[in-house]
């Protein structure tokens, strides 16, 4: 079974100051690994996804993240914050034998405020 | 694209009753997901469609749930003799087979009273 924890409900950080969001993952194949961004009263918009090859994914809106298998960890991060990145910050992974539903497994999520 | 549509954005309800949400998905995407989000909680997988079949469901959804795709098109989600417990987001999302796209829509928020 796959299971993902997010370290840190909510995490606070100055504009212009480095983001970083945690995440663990556990899962028995290799795993196809995901961060979603929820506004308010919105759905879920993809960010980045990593599912083979390079390791470090780019991203929308200047995030990237760097799958570590040896630490089962997919971490969001930002060089600089800007005041529309507050939002709720979802991780997800799913593993995906071929022709599976590739459902996702997501995390309880992180609350990110940008303090002016 | 259009991107995927959920109604209604709301739906306040009395306990008891029957409701029914609906989810157009992007047109060319023949995979379709049901997703539901309590407050402070990640989106937990309810059920899968592929073209008009329901290929997967979660044991979250009781027998009071149903789910349809007629025509392997728009999508319906009906709870029956709703709970407060069944109060949440409900999301759908759409994909191409053999693409990790998913879009999401805006969900529909069921309160239950």
């Known amino acids: 079974a796959q299971s993902v924890t997010q370290l840190g409900s909510h995490v606070s950080v100055s504009e212009g100051a480095l983001v970083l969001l945690r995440c663990n993952y556990s899962?028995?194949?290799?795993?196809?690994l995901f961060w979603y961004v929820q506004y308010p009263n919105q759905g879920l918009q993809l960010l980045l996804k990593y599912t083979t090859g390079a390791t470090l994914v780019k991203g929308i809106n200047g995030f990237e993240a760097e799958f570590k298998k040896s630490e089962t960890s997919f971490h969001l991060t930002k060089p600089s914050a800007h005041m529309s990145d507050a939002a709720e910050y979802f991780c997800a992974v799913s593993e995906s034998p071929s022709g599976s539903a590739r459902q996702l497994t997501f995390g309880s999520g992180t609350q990110l405020t940008v303090l002016p | 694209d259009t991107g995927v549509s959920q109604n209604p954005r709301h739906k306040i309800t009395k306990r008891g009753q029957n409701v029914t949400f609906r989810c157009d998905p992007i047109s060319e995407h023949n995979r379709l997901y049901w997703y539901r989000q309590t407050l402070g909680q990640g989106p937990e997988f309810l059920t899968y469609f592929q073209n008009e079949a329901q290929l997967e469901k979660s044991r979250l959804l009781s027998d009071r749930f149903s789910a349809e795709r007629p025509k392997g098109s728009f999508s319906t989600l009906e709870i029956q003799r709703t709970e407060q417990g069944d109060s949440a987001m409900y999301l759908c999302?759409?994909?191409?087979?053999?693409?990790?796209?998913?879009?999401f829509g805006s969900g529909t928020r069921l309160t239950v009273v």
């Open positions: 899962s028995s194949v290799p795993p196809y």
């Open positions: 999302a759409s994909s191409l087979s053999q693409n990790y796209g998913y879009t």
